[in-house]
């Protein structure tokens, strides 16, 4: 649970696992079957007509038949098969971002609210680092693309307003699907036909009596990459738990005295993977000392405090509390060149206690924000190319036992085009890799080195800590928001 540099305090087993095991990781498929869908093609000249008792088959992600399932299917070994039966199928729906690109958070949970595509202005740094973490989630992000400023076409003339509710329901599935694909000259979505992409939406209820069912469908094809009905409910789950659990520690926090006056003692970092909102992250400025809550709810906190106590002099106590009772504690003292190190697990049983500190170190190792928060006045005037070693305390845990040894991880300054991460103007980016030259996390800061968003590498997916919106700096004008490359 100690690998923080792998996964950072045991995150595998609180969010991988149960995404792997769970929900498993989506994957495109090359062939999907819907069997026994009423199909709502919402085409312009007959809105509400429905096609029941149907079979539509996506392969490489397009629909390539549609006919009534009396007809043999011919499914096959590899093939992923859904039934939809008593259930309805539309088009997936298409949404326009309006200001800054989203957060890869704001993405992955757009398919829970039925949205297939994303059209805005991303850029190709911002959609390969979407890629990159959507190999890992639970759910796929939509399909992410960048348009000009105006539309193709204008919005289509609506019709008068239907006589009937039915009507007015179509009229609005039809504006959010259809219409948008023509607005913007989508011509492979938005409609459910041959050749068409096989983004689509499955949902239990009459989506033209309450078409707002469209936002709670009990499965989603992206390209014909299924999510499961148990996936979403449980990624909804989780995501509710997760909210609910760090708001409430948010508030206690928020109810406890503050800085008086000045800049604000402390900077809160919101922790996501997968989409989820995993943990929070409560840091001081300095990094002196800190504060971590993890989610599904709330199962594990970690609290240190970082004392300088001379010229060349730190001491480091930390105390990590998990749901089952089990409590480690971690204590390190610097003293020159000599670090005494002691780490204890306290969980009913004997403790078991290792401590193996072969060299000196500068900095004690927590997580990337605190990392560099502690690492700031070496990172502030490192410029593009330069590279700086910082040998840094790990603790591992390893045969039962804490172990606390030495790493060297290399910062190297790069620029925004050879980023791995989405880089807002004016901000600074910085790879940490081993010593050996393996990345294990992108730091972004703003022009005085403070950082703003850090993403965590590891087998178990991608963790990212972004800074809370009330607190990112504000950009000096209004286009800035917007990455542009």
């Known amino acids: 649970m100690f690998d923080m540099l792998r996964m950072h305090f045991a995150f595998a087993p ?61 499914l096959k070994a590899g093939d992923v ?47 390969s ?61 938005g409609r459910i036909a041959i050749g068409a992409r096989g983004d689509l939406v499955i949902v239990s209820s009459d ?5 707002t069912a469209v936002e709670t469908p009990t499965e989603m094809l992206i390209a014909g990459a299924p999510m499961r009905t148990a996936a979403l409910e ?17 508030a206690q926090a928020k109810a406890q005295p503050g800085n008086q006056g000045g800049a604000p003692a402390t900077a809160r970092f919101a922790i996501e993977s997968s989409g989820l909102l995993v943990g929070r992250l409560v840091v001081a400025t300095d990094a002196h000392r800190g504060e971590e809550f993890w989610g599904r709810p709330i199962d594990r906190t970690s609290t240190w405090t970082h004392t300088v106590t001379g010229p060349d002099a730190w001491r480091l106590t930390w105390e990590e509390a998990h749901h089952d009772g089990t409590i480690i504690d971690l204590r390190l003292h610097r003293a020159g060149d000599q670090v005494a190190a002691e780490a204890e697990v306290r969980n009913g049983t004997d403790p078991r206690v290792s401590t193996v500190v072969p060299a000196r170190a500068d900095h004690p190792l927590l997580d990337p924000v605190s990392f560099a928060l502690l690492a700031r006045p070496r990172l502030l005037p490192l ?31 790069t620029t925004a085009e050879k980023s791995m991460v989405p880089v807002d103007p004016g901000e600074r980016v910085f790879r940490l890799e081993y010593s050996e030259g393996t990345v294990w996390a992108w730091l972004v800061t703003d022009d005085d080195a403070r950082p703003v968003r850090a993403s965590l590498l590891a087998p178990a997916g991608v963790t990212e800590y972004l800074l809370e919106r009330e607190l990112r700096p504000q950009p000096k004008r209004p286009e800035d928001s917007i990455n542009q490359r």
């Open 129 to 189: 680092w979407f890629r990159v973490i959507d190999r890992t989630a639970s759910l796929h992000v939509p399909d992410l693309l960048d348009t000009p400023t105006e539309p193709t076409q204008g919005v289509p003339n609506s019709p008068s307003e239907p006589a009937s509710a039915r009507g007015r329901g179509a009229e609005t599935l039809r504006s959010r699907t259809g219409d948008m694909a023509k607005r913007f000259g989508l011509a492979d979505r």
């Open 81 to 127: 098969l859904v039934d939809a039966k008593n259930h309805w199928v539309l088009p997936g729906c298409i949404e326009v971002v309006d200001g800054p690109p989203p957060t890869y958070a704001e993405c992955a949970r757009r398919p829970l609210r039925g949205v297939t595509t994303l059209i805005g202005r991303f850029g190709p740094t911002r959609r």
């Open 383 to 413: 410029n593009e190319g330069d590279a700086l070693p910082l040998d840094v305390v790990e603790p591992v845990q390893s045969g039962g036992a804490i172990k606390v040894g030495i790493r060297t991880v290399r910062v190297v300054r």
């Open 234 to 250: 449980t990624h909804r789950n989780m995501i509710r738990e997760a909210d609910e659990a760090l708001d409430h520690h948010a």
């Open 207 to 211: 989506p033209f009596d309450d078409p």
């Open 14 to 74: 609180v969010v991988a696992t149960l995404l792997a095991g769970v929900m498993g990781v989506s994957q495109p498929t090359s062939r999907t079957v819907i069997r026994n869908a009423t199909l709502v093609p919402l085409e312009a000249d007959a809105l509400t007509a429905t096609q029941p008792g149907q079979t539509v088959i996506v392969e490489d992600g397009l629909i390539t038949k549609i006919f009534p399932s009396t007809q043999d299917d011919g």
